[in-house]
Structures are given as structure tokens and as C-alpha cells.
């Protein structure tokens, strides 16, 4: 069942629908999370990684009880949205090479799941309230609450140390490259040694 599909026709399908949605995305991010732990290499990011999988993992047996608040089997419906985000970090983290630029590009990724679980939680909150689902919505808000202390706690850990590491190493590589001799020069430095007389190093 699509957004626009012809099987949703109130704000309770709609509820239903975008529950499941969730649903699916915590249980996929609960199976991301463990490879997340192992690729960073920073002490304190990889604690806060195994911190949000153990929340990770309550919030999975909150959904179960919304579930049966509502009287339905809890159930996932296949998400695009949170495939194409793990899969894009998955990306992006096979492509860099340097420990400590992938400790930001981690947070990154964690980050941009977070903002999507968010937007999706304060929505279920809001129509789990409308439609009368007062013990739903507290569940789902005791989620969306660990959602935005978890996003909180990574802009912190990104800016006070991950960001700054991975530029000074940034800043290091550059400070090589400009050291090295490019070829052009080595080549000119080769002919030089050779017309004087000195050998070439």
C-alpha cells in the first residue's frame, strides 16, 4: 500500500499506514546500526551508537504496544524513503578512506535518519491525538523525544570534536600533497641533475 494508494481513504489509514512505515524503518535501522559501530572509530561515537540501537530496540517494543492499542498485528509495509538513506550512508561510507573523515560522514548518515524518523513520529503524534489515540500518542511521543535527544547528541559530539579531526586531517593531507614534487617538477629536477652532472634522487 503506496501513499497514494486507493487503499487509504481516511486519516486512520493514513495513520495505520504511515505506523507500518515506521515500523519497517526502525527495524532496518536497528540492523544498520550494528555495522555503524563497527566502521566509526571514535570511543564516544561508537557509545552513542550503541546507545541509539538499544533505544532503537525499545522503540520497537513501543510500536508493538501501539499495535495492540489499536487492535492490529504489528506489521511493517516496505519503506523507499529509510532504504534510500541507509543505502546512500552505506555509499558514501565505502567511499572514504580516512578513519577520521568517516567518523563525520557516519554522523552524517545517522543524522539524516534521525530528521526522517522525526518528521514521521511528530506526524503520528499529531494524528494519533486527533483520532483519539490518547495512550498511542504518548507512546510515540516518548519516541520522537529519544529521536531529537539522539539527533541533539550527535551535533554535539560532530561539533565539539568529529568535524574539526576530520578537517585537520584534511588539512594534514593537503599539507603533504604541497610538499611533494609534482611530476612535471621531477622530471625538470631529473634533467637539471643530469645536464650538471649530479645524480638523480
Known amino acids: 500500500m503506496g501513499w497514494f494508494s486507493p487503499d487509504i481513504r481516511s486519516v486512520d489509514d493514513l495513520f495505520l499506514h504511515t505506523l507500518q512505515d515506521n515500523y519497517y524503518a526502525e527495524h ?18 561508537k557509545k552513542g ?6 533505544q532503537t530496540k525499545g522503540q520497537i517494543k513501543r510500536l508493538d504496544r501501539v499495535f495492540k492499542a489499536l487492535k492490529q498485528e504489528p506489521q511493517g509495509t516496505k519503506c523507499p524513503a529509510i532504504d534510500g538513506i541507509l543505502d546512500e550512508a552505506n555509499e558514501i561510507a565505502s567511499e572514504v578512506d580516512d578513519k577520521l573523515v568517516l567518523n563525520a560522514a557516519l554522523i552524517a548518515a545517522a543524522q539524516a535518519v534521525e530528521h526522517y524518523e522525526m518528521t514521521r513520529y511528530g506526524t503520528l503524534v499529531a494524528w494519533a491525538k486527533l483520532l483519539g489515540y490518547s495512550s498511542a500518542a504518548k507512546l510515540l511521543a516518548m519516541n520522537l523525544k529519544e529521536e531529537k535527544a539522539t539527533d541533539k547528541k550527535l551535533s554535539a559530539i560532530a561539533t565539539r570534536k568529529i ?15 604541497e610538499k611533494r614534487p609534482t611530476t612535471a617538477e621531477q622530471a625538470e629536477n631529473a634533467m637539471l641533475a643530469m645536464a650538471s652532472g649530479i645524480p638523480a634522487i
Not at 30 to 41: E, G, H, Q, T
Not at 163 to 177: D, T, W
Open 28 to 45: 532496518q535501522i536497528a540492523k544498520s546500526l550494528p555495522d555503524m559501530v563497527a566502521k566509526a572509530s571514535d570511543a564516544e561515537l
Open 49 to 54: 551508537f550503541n546507545m541509539h540501537l538499544r
Open 163 to 177: 568535524n574539526k579531526k576530520a578537517y585537520a586531517a584534511q588539512k594534514k593531507r593537503e599539507a603533504r600533497l
